[in-house]
């Protein structure tokens, strides 16, 4: 007896590498439903197999999605149900499946999550970064200007960063995280979660860049890294750096741009910064 429901759109994680740690639950829902949406319907043809489960697959991916999502609606409109999976692990990060699952929200079809495997959690749990709080930015832009851009960005960001990135292009992409971030940020890379040559290296970004760029074998397989946020800047801001930098700015800008500005680039108050500027102005005639 069946205890998959019919209309129902089933978002299910599937194995990293390891087909123990897919659930009884995912066994059980991807056996029952009348068809399974799938990035790469040959991978998820043999897992399937593998399993000894015979059910009809489509294609979904970036590319023609908006074309199979009437489809997947249809059908479902029929009474049938669907289950969405990605090549490995919880769909939709950094995979496709957010205009299907949107379609289904707005057509009043309920999506149920089968959670399980996700390769970024997998990293977090086992690299030694904090993880009470933690950004997960996905993939970098391909070109190093765009990515250095990017990074630039989310340098000033307190939180552990997660990122994926494709073997070929691990080693630039370490490169300019240490250009921006500084050789001492601690990171750390999660390489092939729980397949055979699974390795997960915590060191400071120069010494992790320099042990990709000397071993072959850490620039092949699915990549992780995780980035240290960066450390907190003083809360005081009336610290005798702040207030020098604080003078600088006033010998060119007025009370009000110098807060702002030293707000931007250090992540302190503008409030506070406004006050101590204008302790600073009445203190220095001449001051704008």
Do not use: W
């Not at 991807?30 to 998820?44: F, I, K, Y």
């Amino acid at each position: 007896m069946s205890n998959t429901e019919k209309g129902v759109f089933y978002v299910v994680a599937t194995p990293l590498g390891n087909r123990e740690d897919l659930s009884q639950r995912a066994r059980r829902v991807l056996s029952e439903v009348g068809l399974v949406a799938a990035e790469d319907t040959r991978h998820t043809g043999r897992l399937l197999s593998g399993l000894g489960i015979q059910c009809p697959l489509r294609s979904l991916h970036e590319h023609n999605e908006p074309r199979v999502v009437e489809e997947v609606l249809g059908y479902m409109a029929q009474g049938g149900s669907v289950a969405l999976v990605s090549d490995a692990g919880t769909p939709l990060i950094s995979d496709p499946g957010y205009q299907v699952v949107k379609a289904c929200h707005e057509a009043g079809i309920r999506v149920v999550p089968v959670p399980g495997p996700c390769a970024a959690i997998a990293a977090l749990s086992a690299g030694g970064l904090p993880t009470d709080s933690f950004r997960f930015c996905g993939f970098l832009p391909r070109g190093g200007a765009a990515r250095r851009e990017r990074l630039q960005v989310l340098g000033q960001e307190r939180v552990t960063l997660v990122f994926y990135e494709a073997p070929h292009r691990i080693e630039p992409m370490l490169a300019d995280l240490v250009a921006v971030f500084g050789a001492r940020r601690l990171a750390v890379l999660a390489r092939e979660l729980t397949k055979v040559h699974e390795t997960v290296i915590r060191a400071p970004l120069g010494v992790l860049l320099d042990r990709v760029s000397g071993d072959p074998e850490q620039r092949l397989g699915e990549m992780v890294v995780l980035v240290e946020g960066a450390p907190a800047p003083e809360d005081a801001a009336d610290s005798p750096e702040t207030d020098r930098q604080l003078r600088v700015l006033l010998e060119y800008l007025s009370v009000k741009q110098a807060a702002a500005a030293l707000a931007r680039l250090t992540g302190l108050k503008k409030n506070a910064l406004y006050r101590r500027a204008l302790e600073l102005q009445s203190e220095t005639p001449g001051a704008q």
